[in-house]
Every structure is written in C-alpha cells, then in structure tokens.
C-alpha cells in the first residue's frame, strides 16, 4: 500500500511508486513501467435491492476487468477525478 497525497502529480506518484518497489521492497522494476488504474466495476441493481458496488475482490475471471493506463499528469488528474483519491494501481514493467 501507498499513500500519498492527492495533491501530488503524476510524476511525483510514479517516483514514490518506483522507489517503493525498488529501495524499500527490493523488486528489481524498469523505469519505465506503466502504471495502470483498475476501474471500480459498475453498481450492480438487484431486482427490489439496493443498488450496490461490487469490491474488486469479488470479482472472477469472467468479470471485465477493465485498465486505465495513466501517460502524463492530465491523464492523472482525470482519472483521480472521476474514479476517486482511494484507486487500485497496476505497475506494468519488465525487470530493471
């Protein structure tokens, strides 16, 4: 788990994300990985239920699992903006 500031920008994000893996758990990471936002999956509506989200660990392989891949500080900024300050990242590299 990380947690930063939302305020931080992207750039400053894949820093604190690569030195992680790298210093602090010793994971050998390329500095150009990719990062990756999972998207929350969709509010599910049960017949005469409460609407409801499903977690991301409910969901099976069956489920669309869908990436938002983060380039550059705008694509940061939109993504935090519309999925939320609490994401779920996927850090995409080949070893350093």
Do not use: C
Not at 2 to 8: A, C, D, F
Not at 38 to 67: R, W
């Amino acid at each position: 788990m990380l947690r930063v500031p939302q305020s931080l920008s992207f750039t400053e994000v894949r820093q604190r994300l690569y030195d992680k893996f790298v210093r602090q758990e010793g994971v050998p990471l390329s500095e150009s990985f990719v990062v990756a936002i999972l998207v929350p999956p969709p509010v599910i509506e049960k017949p005469g239920g409460h609407p409801y989200t499903a977690s991301f660990s409910s969901m099976t392989d069956k489920d669309n699992v869908v990436l938002h891949f983060v380039k550059s500080n705008d694509d940061w900024d939109r993504a935090i903006s519309k999925y939320g300050n609490k994401v779920l990242l996927r850090i995409i590299g080949s070893h350093a």
